[in-house]
């Protein structure tokens, strides 16, 4: 409603002003030639009152474009404060490292070791499979792939986009075509969220057009969803609104459409990230339209995805999802049930500190705490 609102308040002011001001003009030179005083007299009148309903035309105009800046400001905070994370390479790559048991042990390491969020130990374990000379190049992508992804969550992002590179450098080695595919797709959607955190939106911007066409001859329709939901925040970064509210529905339908595939039951891990990444373009187009009812929607696919990302068994995809769930239950609080709605966020971001503590993850817990606090700022009975 309110990128609608935007763009048509807009062209509409914009057609007044020049209506008036053309007629205005038009008006004063007939005037030249009107022989009539009276007449003459009547027309410049008419002429300077059209100039004037102009500027005040064009005055509205500049006090709504003001309050649209500060609409969009407000909406790309809430999208800044959701917490994304990279993906490794598919479970096809990274299963054929079993055919070295050294390289499978260093992956199993470094996987743990990122499930309890110690990335740089992570990328030590890692970094066995690239030193070994025995690495073949498909090796060698998961690698530089999980290491990026390392990277990442401890916002190093040139150290990410360098080794996403090279995993993305290597990937033509792989001969089956369908995998080869499916690794470049997922390598570049890698690359174009590093841009946008980089806010290099145009070539984030191109990365995502070029996934989708990738995802979509792949037929995957999650993948087609989370390039979709990009391109729908990269409009909206460079306020193309119109484009920008139509990929946000297409990514939600393509969500939807992919957990009539991956249930619960057949596919719990694709399932909670599914329901994660539904939750954050449910509550990013709750900034845009109807806050309430996306608000809610956001929460529900938020709990969904709870359901398998379980504090003991997940714990850091736990802490990034009660993060998200905390920021939508205060943006809900905003316009339903403030006080109860404070509470629930206040309780989900301190179910994320279980994980996200000052001396393991700093930064991480720098934001919680950072979200903490505007809660605690609009909380009636904190």
């Not at 001001?21 to 009107?34: E, P, Q």
């Not at 979709?228 to 939807?256: C, D, H, S, T, W």
Request: proline share 2%.
């Amino acid at each position: 409603m309110l990128f609608q609102k935007i763009v048509s308040f807009e062209e509409r002011l914009m057609d007044l002003r020049n209506i008036y001001n053309i007629c205005a003009f038009i008006l004063v030179l007939l005037a030249i030639f009107v022989p009539s005083i009276f007449i003459k007299v009547l027309m410049v009148i008419f002429g300077v009152a059209m100039f004037i309903i102009g500027k005040l035309v064009q005055t509205k105009d500049e006090q709504e474009r003001k309050k649209t800046s500060i609409s969009v400001k407000v909406i790309k905070a809430e999208i800044e404060k959701l917490q994304l994370n990279i993906e490794g390479m598919p479970k096809s790559y990274t299963d054929k490292l079993k055919d070295n048991p050294l390289f499978w042990h260093a992956y199993k390491v470094g996987e743990e070791y990122e499930r309890k969020g110690k990335y740089k130990e992570a990328i030590k374990s890692y970094h066995k499979i690239l030193k070994n000379p025995l690495a073949e190049e498909e090796s060698r992508i998961v690698a530089y792939s999980l290491i990026g992804r390392c990277h990442f969550r401890l916002f190093e992002f040139k150290d990410t986009m360098q080794n996403l590179q090279m995993a993305l450098n290597n990937i033509k080695v792989v001969e089956d075509k369908e995998e080869r595919l499916k690794g470049k797709a997922l390598m570049i959607t890698n690359i174009a969220l590093i841009y946008r955190e980089l806010g290099q939106w145009k070539n984030a911007l191109k990365k995502y057009k070029s996934t989708l066409k990738l995802y979509r001859k792949l037929d995957d329709k999650l993948g087609s969803a989370d390039s979709l939901y990009g391109i729908y925040i990269v409009y909206l970064y460079l306020n193309k609104p119109k484009k920008a509210l139509r990929k946000a529905k297409e990514a939600i339908q393509a969500y939807q459409e992919s957990l009539k595939v991956r249930t619960l039951k057949d596919f719990p891990m694709d399932y909670a990230k599914t329901q994660f990444n539904l939750g954050s373009a449910y509550h990013t187009l709750a900034e845009v339209k109807d806050k309430a009812e996306n608000c809610e929607k956001a929460i529900q696919a938020y709990q969904e995805s709870l359901k398998v990302r379980t504090l003991k068994d997940f714990p850091m995809d736990y802490a990034m999802t009660q993060n998200n769930l905390g920021i939508a239950y205060d943006t809900l609080a905003e316009v339903k049930d403030k006080a109860e709605n404070c509470e629930k966020a206040i309780q989900a971001y301190q179910e994320s500190l279980k994980v996200r503590t000052r001396k393991d993850l700093p930064m991480d817990y720098a934001i919680i705490q950072n979200n903490l606090a505007t809660v605690f700022g609009v909380n009636p009975s904190g």
